[in-house]
């Protein structure tokens, strides 16, 4: 079978063809061999060494070379030869087909690299992108709860002092109608500050003052704050006493207070019947806060987002509206920054549910961390 592909190679192992600096045989363009063992060598060697045997033991039989006996080698060296070029045509059959794959295959990873430098840089544009625009959601949600914050507790006080008759007595039905009012206003504060605290926590900007304090009593005025939301809905809140006397823990206190809100807030809301209680213990060299309700419970799959920004779960919704899932979220970031942790108990749907975080009691804080 006749070659016809052009192949220009030279074989740098062999010193005949180096030196020549071309291949003098088309067979010698596909071949990487070192000349004391190139195939075409042996070839002759065999050839003249095969004539040399023959006309040697012609002339020591016969004392002369005949004719036919010369016809006859120079007939068997070209037959030899023909069989040996059809072999070595094999072989440079098989080196096109591979030079063809690999070119092929250089094209497409050429192709390719092109392809992913263009999607990297157009990934990279979009990530700018949306980094920009994130900025920009961090800083609309500071401005907006910060313009938000001032008149939400302006109206909280006036709210108070209405409800305390500071600007006379109100009858039965104005009163409860107030409380839904205020209790409605602090839901509002308690969102703003969530929606602040996100908005410190991704700019970087979330400070924390960190000072020895009890936390039994940041429990105690954090119930005694809700303990009219449990009432209204005919729920028993209390506080389970430590039978030893709690040790003081280096922590923010308004943050431990606002995580501890979110948790006790968060049972009252999903609970429809029932009590709640919360507890503070000693654990090993840990102090263990939790609040146990006998509320909806949380579903085995729920358990994976629960901690996640903007992540309620299934169901939830049915129960209280009005929640964006944000205070788990923003206590867990906190409970991490005081080295410690927070995590949720729950048997199943219908059956309850436990919420605790654990303190280190030797907590090696500085007074003033940024997040």
């Given at each position: ?272 019947k029932g009590k709640i209680v919360v507890e503070i213990k000693l654990v090993k060299k840990q102090i263990h806060f939790c609040v146990t309700d006998s509320g ?76």
């Open positions: 079978m006749e070659i016809k592909e052009k192949i220009e190679n030279i074989n740098k192992n062999c010193w005949l063809i180096k030196s020549l600096n071309y291949s003098p045989y088309r067979r010698c363009q596909f071949c990487e061999l070192k000349f004391h063992n190139c195939l075409f060598l042996h070839y002759q060697i065999i050839s003249l060494v095969l004539i040399f045997i023959i006309f040697l033991a012609s002339f020591l039989i016969e004392g002369v070379v005949s004719k036919l006996l010369i016809i006859s080698i120079f007939a068997l060296v070209i037959v030899y030869g023909y069989f040996f070029n059809k072999s070595t045509d094999k072989i440079i059959h098989a080196y096109l087909a591979q030079r063809k794959v690999k070119e092929a295959l250089e094209k497409l990873t050429e192709g390719l690299e092109d392809q992913v430098e263009k999607r990297t840089s157009e990934l990279k544009k979009a990530n700018e992108e949306l980094k920009e625009l994130d900025v920009a959601k961090s800083d609309f949600i500071s401005i907006a709860s910060h313009q938000l914050r001032t008149p939400l507790t302006v109206i909280k006080g006036y709210i108070s002092m209405m409800i305390e008759g500071n600007f006379g007595e109100l009858t039965d039905l104005e009163k409860e109608s107030l409380e839904k009012v205020f209790q409605s206003n602090e839901r509002l504060i308690r969102l703003v500050e969530n929606l602040l605290n996100i908005s410190r926590i991704e700019s970087g900007r979330l400070q924390f003052n960190f000072v020895e304090v009890d936390l039994g009593k940041i429990a105690i005025s954090v119930i005694e704050e809700l303990s009219s939301c449990a009432k209204k809905k005919a729920l028993l809140l209390k506080y389970k006493q430590s039978i030893k006397k709690l040790p003081l823990v280096k922590v923010d206190e308004d943050k431990i207070r606002q995580v501890m809100m979110n948790l006790i807030d968060n049972s009252i809301k999903y609970t429809k909806m419970g949380i579903k085995q799959e729920d358990m994976a987002n629960l901690f996640k920004k903007f992540s309620r779960c299934n169901g939830t919704f049915l129960i209280h509206t009005e929640g964006v899932g944000l205070g788990l979220y923003v206590a867990r970031i906190m409970i991490e920054q005081h080295h410690g942790k927070l995590w949720a108990e729950s048997l199943g749907a219908g059956k309850g549910s436990k919420f605790c975080f654990e303190l280190p009691l030797k907590n090696k804080v500085n007074n003033k961390r940024i997040y």
